[in-house]
């Protein structure tokens, strides 16, 4: 596919999108973009996730009498069964399209390829090990151990677990609001971790991956990786079911590709292409301090003014931002003069 049909590429070799990100068309009033947008809120990533959820809840959990007590039988095969998704999903991507290339910088952000960048930054100075290390042996073990806590706690009572043949309706409303409920979990979490010494001790460890890749996803620091996969938990306190609850931790474990994949498409044919929904988090990447949270379904980040589009307004509005924000630190910082 030619990718300068749809965007941009500057004189590095990095590639735009032309079409400015935009938050849902209910917040702006633009009713008539509706149909379209609901269809990209559903298919790919959302359906791709309820799928599953729906493996796991029919061929993985164990019965609930079993969940009713810890024991490392159960916890070792949910750690299993989520180490070899995780392994298949986001190795596939990096395989394809970092190993092997069978699409080249097409469509890519950063023309770069981080096998491409040694750094003492990370492990054995490679991105990529770094990032599959910290994945399989810290963000994993912390999602599991969450799903373990959660799943216990519905199975012995310790929740407001509600029949959802008594209430449809509200578990439908439920099931499309958990990308909602990421949205301002992560915001939250995420923008808290960007502060002061959080970020030097805590949040560093993600963003050391300036140009990341799929293995990206999850190579946090294990405080980061217990927010993150914390927000499964919001359904001990909310109206829910088990079945929810693990469609909100999936989306959450599976969808941390989504940021991070590094392409605006993925090339399937020569002429078909899926989009990746990649570019607002990269763009956080890029810049750090913008797009705390997610694609605009809760735009928290437009009423916070954080908001980036991708334009050259946007990049603006960025720097003047930073320099107001220098200026206040400058002040702060400034000697005072005593009286005479």
Not at 103 to 132: A, C, L, M
Not at 140 to 153: A, G, Q, R
Not at 262 to 278: I, P, W
Request: hydrophobic share 45%.
């Amino acid at each position: 596919m030619d990718d300068l049909k749809y965007g941009t590429r500057d004189k590095r070799g990095n590639w735009a999108p032309s079409m400015p990100l935009k938050i849902a068309p209910f917040w702006t009033g633009k009713f008539g973009q509706l149909g379209k947008w609901l269809i990209a809120y559903l298919w790919p990533h959302n359906t791709i996730f309820m799928a599953v959820t729906m493996a796991y809840w029919y061929l993985v959990l164990p019965d609930w009498a079993v969940m009713k007590s810890f024991a490392w039988g159960w916890a070792l095969r949910l750690y299993a069964v989520n180490a070899a998704g995780i392994f298949v999903m986001y190795g596939s991507i990096e395989f394809f399209y970092y190993v092997r290339r069978i699409q080249g910088t097409r469509f890519k952000y950063n023309h770069k390829f981080p096998s491409e960048n040694p750094s003492d930054v990370f492990w054995f100075k490679s991105q990529n090990i770094d990032n599959f290390l910290r994945s399989f042996f810290v963000s994993i073990p912390i999602w599991t151990m969450i799903e373990v806590v959660t799943l216990w706690c519905f199975a012995n009572g310790f929740s407001n677990r509600i029949d959802p043949a008594a209430h449809p309706v509200w578990i439908a409303i439920l099931i499309l609001l958990v990308p909602a409920i990421h949205e301002v979990h992560f915001f939250c979490g995420h923008w808290l971790i960007h502060q002061g010494p959080l970020y030097r001790w805590i949040h560093s460890v993600h963003h050391n991956s300036i140009n990341p890749s799929p293995w990206s996803s999850m190579s946090m620091h294990p405080v980061e990786s217990t927010f993150f996969f914390s927000e499964m938990m919001w359904h001990l306190l909310l109206p829910s079911t088990p079945f929810v609850a693990l469609f909100q931790l999936t989306s959450t474990a599976y969808g941390a590709i989504v940021g991070h994949i590094g392409f605006d498409k993925l090339e399937l044919t020569d002429e078909r292409a899926m989009d990746s929904h990649a570019y607002t988090h990269y763009l956080h990447h890029k810049y750090f301090e913008v797009n705390y949270g997610g694609d605009g379904l809760v735009p928290l980040d437009k009423w916070f003014g954080t908001w980036h589009d991708g334009t050259k307004e946007a990049d603006e509005r960025m720097k003047e931002r930073f320099r107001r924000k220098k200026e206040r630190m400058g002040r702060k910082k400034a000697p005072v003069t005593p009286a005479a």
